[in-house]
């Protein structure tokens, strides 16, 4: 066994880690407070290979193992969730079903934009009222002629309504099966089709400077050539990439807490009272300690399922837990930042107080808690 990274995941979490205190920790607690997306920032973050990481070379992408975009990804939670959440969901969720599903043409045709980090593309699965239940969409897609009709709505979709958006994937139900159950397909739909709306969404309580939205389709017409590989594989397509998406998630998590664990640290050692730093009493030391060991158990458990994927053996279960325990662990991590730094850490000038926000979507985003709890199970036999 061996546990060391490459020179090459090496190089890449000191570049991320310079170019995130450089470039987005001066800004990150402005872009939030204002809720503004920046696309200067997301460009640079484009600039220095953030995006397309794991994409061959064909289609302007970095040809990179998966435990290299990981680190990348938890470098820059370790700064800024809304930033991570821009390269997470741009690579995993944009990115990650048109390289895996799409046909040549699509591929060409969208990919190296999105991999140079000159645009940006979302993923339409929820909806108003199918969240952790995706079989229950109700959004639809009718064939008419060469063309198909799409009528329906999501939310919460990242990257899907800022200047840079290129188009969306969504998932529409296309018919029944043989079993009653209904088909579900992905289609392409770019920005600017004609009776498709993108409309912004303000007023988070996290990841303030992304990009969050409500996709309208009323009566969207796309041509039968930008369904995303069969008609009828859309849920089995989703499926796929919400497992690669957890461990995207599962980086934000494990990045989150390391920020707000070093933030605490900090302070804790720079804070006075009865005469010595609060990091000599052993109320902290041990919130501390406890932060140091889960956050190591949480990064070899999330890079064993990263390796498990590069190596295309089955990591289903391994995303479940490693998204689960990491999400959860920042929760623990933020909650003692912000106790270590008491009264300072409720406050915006102290930058504990937006982990512990950032952190909650963790829980519910790419399947709840409560849903990779069920997944586990399964895989164990319950």
Known sequence: MDFDLTKEQEMIRKEVRTFAQKEIAPVAAELDESETFSSELTRKMGEIGLFG???????????M??????????????????????????????????YY???????KKYLPKLCRGEALWGFGLTEPTAGSDAGGSKTTAVKDGDDWVINGSKIFITNAACEMTLGVTVQAVTGKREDGRPEYTCFIVEAGTKGFKAVPMHKKMMWRASSTAELYFDDVRVPHENILGKQGDGFHQMLQTLDGGRLSIGAMGLGGAQGAFEAALKYAKQREQFGQ?????????????????????????????????????????????????????????????????????????YGVERF??????????????????????????C
């Open 53 to 63: 990481m794991f994409v061959s070379e064909d289609y302007d992408g970095q040809a």
């Open 65 to 98: 193992d998966y435990i290299s975009y990981i680190i990348a990804v938890e470098e820059i939670a370790r700064v800024d969730g809304s930033q991570a959440a821009t390269v997470a969901a741009g690579n995993s969720l944009g990115i990650g079903p048109l």
């Open 101 to 107: 599903f799409g046909n040549d043409e699509q591929k």
């Open 277 to 349: 730093p609060i990091s000599k009493f052993q109320a902290n030391a041990f919130k501390l300690a406890d932060c140091a060991m889960e956050i190591e158990c949480a990064r070899n458990l999330l890079y064993k399922a990263c390796w498990l994927k590069s190596h295309k053996r089955p990591y289903e279960k391994e995303a479940a837990m490693g998204k689960l325990y990491c999400s959860e662990l920042m929760g623990r991590v933020a909650d003692h930042a912000v106790q270590i730094h008491g009264g300072y850490g409720l406050m915006k000038d």
């Open 356 to 381: 512990y926000r950032d952190q909650k979507l963790l829980d519910i985003g790419e399947g709840t808690s409560e849903v990779q709890r069920i997944v586990i199970s399964r895989h164990i036999g």
